[in-house]
Protein backbone atom coordinates (compact mmCIF):
# COMPACT_ATOMS: atom_id res chain seq x y z
CA UNK A 1 0.00 0.00 0.00
CA UNK A 2 1.26 3.39 -1.20
CA UNK A 3 0.05 6.47 0.41
CA UNK A 4 1.11 8.41 -2.04
CA UNK A 5 -0.69 6.62 -5.20
CA UNK A 6 -4.31 6.87 -5.94
CA UNK A 7 -6.73 4.56 -4.25
CA UNK A 8 -4.75 3.98 -0.79
CA UNK A 9 -7.40 4.67 1.46
CA UNK A 10 -9.16 1.81 -0.04
CA UNK A 11 -6.35 -0.46 0.41
CA UNK A 12 -5.77 0.36 3.91
CA UNK A 13 -9.05 1.03 5.32
CA UNK A 14 -9.84 -2.56 6.18
CA UNK A 15 -6.66 -2.98 7.73
CA UNK A 16 -7.51 -0.36 10.00
CA UNK A 17 -10.98 -1.88 10.66
CA UNK A 18 -9.15 -5.01 11.50
CA UNK A 19 -6.93 -3.44 13.86
CA UNK A 20 -9.60 -1.90 15.85
CA UNK A 21 -12.07 -4.78 16.11
CA UNK A 22 -8.79 -6.62 17.62
CA UNK A 23 -7.07 -4.56 20.20
CA UNK A 24 -11.04 -2.27 21.13
CA UNK A 25 -9.08 0.60 21.83
CA UNK A 26 -10.88 2.95 23.68
CA UNK A 27 -10.71 6.98 23.43
CA UNK A 28 -7.74 7.70 25.93
CA UNK A 29 -5.97 4.39 24.37
CA UNK A 30 -6.04 5.65 20.96
CA UNK A 31 -4.65 9.15 21.56
CA UNK A 32 -1.78 7.35 23.41
CA UNK A 33 -1.38 5.03 20.40
CA UNK A 34 -1.17 8.47 18.17
CA UNK A 35 1.02 10.14 20.79
CA UNK A 36 3.77 7.63 20.46
CA UNK A 37 3.60 7.40 16.96
CA UNK A 38 4.65 11.83 16.98
CA UNK A 39 1.49 12.83 14.96
CA UNK A 40 0.12 14.88 17.95
CA UNK A 41 3.74 16.47 18.03
CA UNK A 42 4.14 16.70 14.12
CA UNK A 43 6.35 14.62 12.97
CA UNK A 44 5.09 11.05 11.87
CA UNK A 45 7.43 8.53 12.66
CA UNK A 46 5.58 5.75 13.00
CA UNK A 47 1.70 4.08 12.70
CA UNK A 48 -0.59 2.64 14.81
CA UNK A 49 -1.61 -0.08 12.47
CA UNK A 50 1.92 -0.97 10.81
CA UNK A 51 3.99 0.21 13.75
CA UNK A 52 7.55 -0.62 12.87
CA UNK A 53 6.46 -3.18 9.72
CA UNK A 54 5.96 -0.95 6.80
CA UNK A 55 5.46 -2.15 3.68
CA UNK A 56 7.05 0.29 1.85
CA UNK A 57 10.08 2.66 3.18
CA UNK A 58 7.19 5.58 3.77
CA UNK A 59 8.26 9.41 4.51
CA UNK A 60 6.98 11.57 7.62
CA UNK A 61 4.01 13.24 5.28
CA UNK A 62 2.96 9.40 3.75
CA UNK A 63 2.39 7.85 7.88
CA UNK A 64 0.86 11.41 8.70
CA UNK A 65 -1.70 10.83 5.83
CA UNK A 66 -2.31 7.20 7.81
CA UNK A 67 -2.55 8.94 11.01
CA UNK A 68 -4.91 11.23 10.40
CA UNK A 69 -7.23 8.74 8.07
CA UNK A 70 -7.01 6.40 11.20
CA UNK A 71 -8.22 8.90 13.42
CA UNK A 72 -10.68 10.38 11.43
CA UNK A 73 -12.01 7.03 10.93
CA UNK A 74 -11.82 6.24 14.34
CA UNK A 75 -13.66 8.81 15.72
CA UNK A 76 -16.26 7.88 13.77
CA UNK A 77 -15.97 4.42 14.27
CA UNK A 78 -16.09 5.34 18.54
CA UNK A 79 -19.56 6.90 17.92
CA UNK A 80 -21.11 4.36 14.70
CA UNK A 81 -20.52 0.14 14.51
CA UNK A 82 -21.96 1.02 10.83
CA UNK A 83 -19.30 2.70 9.00
CA UNK A 84 -20.69 2.56 5.74
CA UNK A 85 -21.37 6.58 5.33
CA UNK A 86 -18.25 7.49 7.25
CA UNK A 87 -16.95 8.64 3.82
CA UNK A 88 -20.00 10.47 3.39
CA UNK A 89 -19.59 12.58 6.38
CA UNK A 90 -15.94 13.25 6.57
CA UNK A 91 -16.66 14.78 3.09
CA UNK A 92 -19.36 16.84 4.12
CA UNK A 93 -17.41 17.70 7.50
CA UNK A 94 -14.45 19.60 5.34
CA UNK A 95 -16.93 20.94 2.70
CA UNK A 96 -18.41 22.86 5.71
CA UNK A 97 -15.50 23.32 7.55
CA UNK A 98 -13.68 25.05 4.33
CA UNK A 99 -17.25 26.51 2.61
CA UNK A 100 -15.69 29.94 1.88
CA UNK A 101 -12.60 28.50 0.96
CA UNK A 102 -13.08 26.81 -2.68
CA UNK A 103 -9.59 26.92 -4.01
CA UNK A 104 -8.54 24.33 -1.24
CA UNK A 105 -10.99 21.88 -1.25
CA UNK A 106 -14.46 22.57 -2.71
CA UNK A 107 -13.34 22.00 -6.23
CA UNK A 108 -13.01 18.69 -6.05
CA UNK A 109 -15.76 17.72 -3.33
CA UNK A 110 -18.35 16.40 -5.52
CA UNK A 111 -22.33 15.21 -5.22
CA UNK A 112 -20.73 11.68 -4.82
CA UNK A 113 -18.08 11.31 -1.71
CA UNK A 114 -15.99 9.40 -1.90
CA UNK A 115 -12.33 7.81 -0.77
CA UNK A 116 -10.62 9.05 -3.68
CA UNK A 117 -12.26 12.84 -2.50
CA UNK A 118 -10.94 12.48 1.14
CA UNK A 119 -7.41 11.22 -0.20
CA UNK A 120 -7.23 14.52 -2.30
CA UNK A 121 -8.32 16.93 1.10
CA UNK A 122 -6.06 14.66 3.03
CA UNK A 123 -2.94 15.55 0.38
CA UNK A 124 -3.91 19.14 0.54
CA UNK A 125 -4.71 19.10 4.12
CA UNK A 126 -1.07 17.79 4.41
CA UNK A 127 0.35 20.69 2.54
CA UNK A 128 2.49 18.46 0.08
CA UNK A 129 1.40 20.14 -3.18
CA UNK A 130 3.53 22.71 -4.47
CA UNK A 131 1.09 25.06 -6.32
CA UNK A 132 -1.35 24.90 -3.17
CA UNK A 133 1.67 26.42 -0.93
CA UNK A 134 2.34 28.91 -3.48
CA UNK A 135 -1.71 30.13 -2.85
CA UNK A 136 -1.84 28.92 1.10
CA UNK A 137 1.06 30.88 2.44
CA UNK A 138 -1.08 30.36 5.81
CA UNK A 139 -0.86 26.46 4.90
CA UNK A 140 3.06 26.39 5.37
CA UNK A 141 4.44 26.38 8.64
CA UNK A 142 3.65 23.15 10.54
CA UNK A 143 1.66 20.05 10.14
CA UNK A 144 1.48 20.14 14.35
CA UNK A 145 -1.95 21.03 14.47
CA UNK A 146 -3.15 18.54 12.13
CA UNK A 147 -5.28 16.80 14.87
CA UNK A 148 -7.18 19.89 15.08
CA UNK A 149 -9.37 18.37 12.46
CA UNK A 150 -10.20 15.66 14.41
CA UNK A 151 -11.11 17.11 17.25
CA UNK A 152 -14.14 19.32 15.23
CA UNK A 153 -14.95 16.61 13.39
CA UNK A 154 -15.82 14.78 16.59
CA UNK A 155 -17.48 17.71 17.38
CA UNK A 156 -19.04 18.02 14.28
CA UNK A 157 -20.29 14.32 14.84
CA UNK A 158 -22.14 15.24 18.46
CA UNK A 159 -23.75 17.99 17.12
CA UNK A 160 -24.30 17.63 13.22
CA UNK A 161 -24.26 21.52 13.25
CA UNK A 162 -22.96 23.88 10.09
CA UNK A 163 -21.29 25.88 12.78
CA UNK A 164 -18.57 23.90 12.18
CA UNK A 165 -16.01 26.35 10.88
CA UNK A 166 -16.82 28.88 13.64
CA UNK A 167 -15.77 25.81 16.62
CA UNK A 168 -12.56 25.16 14.36
CA UNK A 169 -11.58 29.22 14.48
CA UNK A 170 -12.14 29.24 18.18
CA UNK A 171 -10.43 26.13 19.10
CA UNK A 172 -7.55 26.69 17.10
CA UNK A 173 -7.31 30.35 18.71
CA UNK A 174 -7.02 28.89 21.79
CA UNK A 175 -4.51 26.49 20.92
CA UNK A 176 -2.29 29.68 19.48
CA UNK A 177 -3.17 31.75 22.62
CA UNK A 178 -1.95 28.73 24.80
CA UNK A 179 1.02 27.74 22.47
CA UNK A 180 1.89 32.04 22.89
CA UNK A 181 1.92 31.37 26.76
CA UNK A 182 3.67 28.43 27.18
CA UNK A 183 6.40 29.95 25.35
CA UNK A 184 6.34 33.23 27.36
CA UNK A 185 6.67 31.17 30.56
CA UNK A 186 10.58 30.81 29.55
CA UNK A 187 12.42 32.38 31.56
CA UNK A 188 15.06 32.90 28.99
CA UNK A 189 13.53 33.32 25.25
CA UNK A 190 15.86 32.52 22.10
CA UNK A 191 15.51 33.90 18.54
CA UNK A 192 13.85 30.24 17.43
CA UNK A 193 10.94 31.01 20.35
CA UNK A 194 10.48 34.83 18.49
CA UNK A 195 10.53 33.61 15.62
CA UNK A 196 7.84 30.33 16.25
CA UNK A 197 5.83 32.86 17.35
CA UNK A 198 5.55 34.84 14.00
CA UNK A 199 5.69 31.21 12.00
CA UNK A 200 2.27 30.61 13.78
CA UNK A 201 0.58 33.76 13.55
CA UNK A 202 1.34 32.96 10.27
CA UNK A 203 -0.04 29.90 9.88
CA UNK A 204 -3.49 30.72 11.40
CA UNK A 205 -5.89 29.09 9.18
CA UNK A 206 -9.45 30.61 10.59
CA UNK A 207 -7.98 33.63 12.93
CA UNK A 208 -6.03 36.90 11.42
CA UNK A 209 -4.17 37.34 14.50
CA UNK A 210 -3.55 36.35 17.90
CA UNK A 211 -4.14 38.22 20.85
CA UNK A 212 -1.52 39.08 23.55
CA UNK A 213 -3.29 40.57 25.72
CA UNK A 214 -4.54 37.43 27.32
CA UNK A 215 -1.78 36.43 29.89
CA UNK A 216 -3.90 34.77 32.89
CA UNK A 217 -5.43 31.24 31.84
CA UNK A 218 -8.44 32.34 33.90
CA UNK A 219 -9.53 34.01 31.14
CA UNK A 220 -9.09 31.33 28.37
CA UNK A 221 -12.85 29.78 27.78
CA UNK A 222 -10.97 26.26 28.83
CA UNK A 223 -14.73 24.87 29.86
CA UNK A 224 -16.07 24.80 26.44
CA UNK A 225 -13.53 21.73 25.82
CA UNK A 226 -14.89 18.82 27.50
CA UNK A 227 -13.62 16.22 25.04
CA UNK A 228 -10.93 13.50 26.27
CA UNK A 229 -9.05 14.79 22.78
CA UNK A 230 -9.66 18.15 23.14
CA UNK A 231 -8.40 18.50 26.48
CA UNK A 232 -5.47 15.72 26.05
CA UNK A 233 -5.04 17.48 22.92
CA UNK A 234 -4.40 20.98 24.62
CA UNK A 235 -1.89 19.56 26.96
CA UNK A 236 0.13 18.26 24.60
CA UNK A 237 0.89 21.15 22.43
CA UNK A 238 1.41 23.06 25.50
CA UNK A 239 4.10 20.73 26.43
CA UNK A 240 5.80 20.77 23.16
CA UNK A 241 5.79 24.46 23.28
CA UNK A 242 8.04 24.72 26.86
CA UNK A 243 10.13 21.48 26.68
CA UNK A 244 13.61 22.69 26.82
CA UNK A 245 16.73 20.49 26.65
CA UNK A 246 15.60 17.77 29.05
CA UNK A 247 14.58 20.08 31.68
CA UNK A 248 11.43 22.57 32.92
CA UNK A 249 12.28 25.72 34.43
CA UNK A 250 9.92 26.10 37.44
CA UNK A 251 8.04 28.91 35.39
CA UNK A 252 6.21 26.08 32.85
CA UNK A 253 6.30 23.29 35.34
CA UNK A 254 3.82 25.72 37.05
CA UNK A 255 2.13 26.85 33.95
CA UNK A 256 1.26 23.13 32.63
CA UNK A 257 -0.12 21.93 36.38
CA UNK A 258 -2.49 24.77 36.46
CA UNK A 259 -3.50 24.20 32.53
CA UNK A 260 -3.94 20.11 33.58
CA UNK A 261 -5.75 21.27 36.78
CA UNK A 262 -8.00 23.46 34.78
CA UNK A 263 -8.69 20.61 32.23
CA UNK A 264 -9.92 18.66 35.37
CA UNK A 265 -6.81 16.18 34.67
CA UNK A 266 -5.17 14.64 37.83
CA UNK A 267 -1.22 15.61 38.26
CA UNK A 268 -0.32 12.42 37.30
CA UNK A 269 -2.19 12.81 33.42
CA UNK A 270 -0.03 16.34 32.90
CA UNK A 271 3.34 14.72 34.19
CA UNK A 272 2.70 12.22 32.12
CA UNK A 273 2.49 14.69 29.29
CA UNK A 274 5.44 16.08 29.96
CA UNK A 275 7.55 12.87 30.39
CA UNK A 276 5.78 11.68 27.19
CA UNK A 277 7.14 14.79 24.77
CA UNK A 278 10.36 14.11 26.38
CA UNK A 279 10.80 10.10 25.65
CA UNK A 280 9.43 11.17 22.30
CA UNK A 281 12.28 13.47 21.27
CA UNK A 282 14.88 11.83 23.18
CA UNK A 283 14.09 8.39 21.04
CA UNK A 284 13.83 9.99 18.25
CA UNK A 285 17.18 12.36 18.35
CA UNK A 286 19.08 10.45 15.66
CA UNK A 287 16.14 9.63 13.12
CA UNK A 288 14.82 13.38 12.90
CA UNK A 289 16.54 16.05 11.71
CA UNK A 290 15.04 18.98 13.64
CA UNK A 291 14.97 17.23 17.05
CA UNK A 292 18.86 17.19 16.91
CA UNK A 293 17.99 20.79 18.00
CA UNK A 294 17.80 21.01 21.88
CA UNK A 295 14.52 22.94 21.54
CA UNK A 296 11.59 20.90 19.50
CA UNK A 297 10.06 24.35 18.74
CA UNK A 298 13.15 24.69 16.41
CA UNK A 299 11.70 22.15 13.91
CA UNK A 300 8.87 25.04 12.56
CA UNK A 301 12.40 27.31 11.36
CA UNK A 302 13.90 24.20 10.24
CA UNK A 303 10.87 22.34 8.32
CA UNK A 304 10.49 26.17 7.05
CA UNK A 305 14.68 26.41 5.78
CA UNK A 306 14.02 22.97 4.18
CA UNK A 307 10.82 24.42 1.99
CA UNK A 308 12.95 27.68 0.95
CA UNK A 309 15.89 25.55 -0.12
CA UNK A 310 13.66 22.96 -2.17
CA UNK A 311 12.37 25.88 -4.19
CA UNK A 312 15.91 27.26 -4.94
CA UNK A 313 17.25 23.95 -6.08
CA UNK A 314 14.09 23.39 -8.52
CA UNK A 315 14.20 26.60 -10.03
CA UNK A 316 17.99 26.48 -9.93
CA UNK A 317 18.59 27.21 -13.67
CA UNK A 318 16.11 29.98 -13.19
CA UNK A 319 16.97 31.67 -10.76
CA UNK A 320 20.49 31.74 -12.14
CA UNK A 321 19.27 33.09 -15.19
CA UNK A 322 17.60 35.81 -13.50
CA UNK A 323 20.53 36.46 -10.80
CA UNK A 324 22.32 37.13 -14.10
CA UNK A 325 20.91 40.33 -15.20
CA UNK A 326 21.20 41.44 -11.75
CA UNK A 327 24.98 41.83 -10.80
CA UNK A 328 24.17 44.18 -8.01
CA UNK A 329 22.00 41.76 -6.43
CA UNK A 330 24.33 39.12 -6.66
CA UNK A 331 27.05 41.65 -5.27
CA UNK A 332 25.07 42.37 -2.55
CA UNK A 333 23.82 38.55 -1.62
CA UNK A 334 27.76 37.75 -1.88
CA UNK A 335 28.59 40.86 0.87
CA UNK A 336 25.61 39.37 3.38
CA UNK A 337 27.56 36.29 3.33
CA UNK A 338 30.66 38.26 5.08
CA UNK A 339 29.10 40.70 6.86
CA UNK A 340 25.58 42.39 7.54
CA UNK A 341 24.23 44.36 5.24
CA UNK A 342 23.22 48.28 5.98
CA UNK A 343 19.99 48.95 5.88
CA UNK A 344 19.69 50.60 2.51
CA UNK A 345 21.23 47.43 1.11
CA UNK A 346 18.82 45.26 2.72
CA UNK A 347 16.38 47.42 1.20
CA UNK A 348 17.97 46.90 -2.21
CA UNK A 349 18.08 43.28 -1.87
CA UNK A 350 14.58 42.75 -0.94
CA UNK A 351 12.99 44.97 -3.96
CA UNK A 352 15.10 43.17 -6.86
CA UNK A 353 14.87 39.90 -4.95
CA UNK A 354 11.15 40.39 -5.09
CA UNK A 355 11.29 41.39 -8.84
CA UNK A 356 12.90 38.00 -9.76
CA UNK A 357 10.38 36.32 -7.72
CA UNK A 358 7.70 37.81 -10.07
CA UNK A 359 9.67 36.18 -12.91
CA UNK A 360 9.91 32.61 -11.35
CA UNK A 361 6.39 31.18 -10.88
CA UNK A 362 7.79 28.81 -8.44
CA UNK A 363 8.98 31.23 -6.32
CA UNK A 364 5.65 33.39 -6.32
CA UNK A 365 4.92 32.39 -2.70
CA UNK A 366 7.51 35.16 -0.99
CA UNK A 367 4.96 37.35 -2.99
CA UNK A 368 2.36 36.43 -0.67
CA UNK A 369 1.03 38.08 2.50
CA UNK A 370 3.81 36.87 5.15
CA UNK A 371 5.85 35.74 2.74
CA UNK A 372 8.55 38.71 3.54
CA UNK A 373 9.42 36.47 7.20
CA UNK A 374 10.85 33.58 4.68
CA UNK A 375 12.96 36.18 2.46
CA UNK A 376 15.92 35.92 5.11
CA UNK A 377 16.15 32.25 4.23
CA UNK A 378 16.17 32.67 0.60
CA UNK A 379 18.83 35.08 1.05
CA UNK A 380 20.88 32.72 2.69
CA UNK A 381 20.46 30.00 1.05
CA UNK A 382 20.68 31.33 -2.51
CA UNK A 383 24.95 31.86 -1.62
CA UNK A 384 25.42 28.12 -0.62
CA UNK A 385 23.04 26.69 -3.30
CA UNK A 386 24.77 28.76 -6.38
CA UNK A 387 28.02 29.00 -5.38
CA UNK A 388 29.71 29.42 -8.78
CA UNK A 389 27.85 32.05 -9.60
CA UNK A 390 28.96 34.19 -6.53
CA UNK A 391 32.34 32.92 -6.54
CA UNK A 392 32.97 34.59 -9.92
CA UNK A 393 31.17 37.85 -8.75
CA UNK A 394 33.35 37.93 -5.81
CA UNK A 395 36.30 37.52 -8.02
CA UNK A 396 35.33 40.93 -9.83
CA UNK A 397 35.08 42.97 -7.33
CA UNK A 398 38.11 41.74 -5.90
CA UNK A 399 39.73 42.61 -9.16
CA UNK A 400 38.16 46.22 -9.11
Not at 69 to 94: I, P, S
Request: aromatic share 12%.
Amino acid sequence: MNPSAPGWILKHKPLITKWLLANQPGADDFYTQLVKTGFIYGVSVSTCVYKNHEPLKWDETERAKINLFDALFFTYHLKYDNTNLFFKEVNTFYTLLNSQEKSYFSGFIKAKQTAADLEKIIQNRLQTNEALLQRNFSNLITNALLFLDVVVFEWYLDHKSEDVKAYAAQFEALLMQLIWMALNQKQQKDNYDKLLLKLFEKSLRYNSNLDKTITDLDKLELTAYTTLFARRYILDLAALAVWDDLKMDSNELEFLEELGSKLNFETQVTQNAISCVQEFIVSNRNEISYLNYSNPVKHFYNQTSKTVRTLIIRNKKRLLLELSGSKDLVILLGYSTVRDLSKAEKKRVKTQLLDICKSVPSLAIFMLPGGGVLLPLLIKFIPELLPSAFNENRTEEEDI
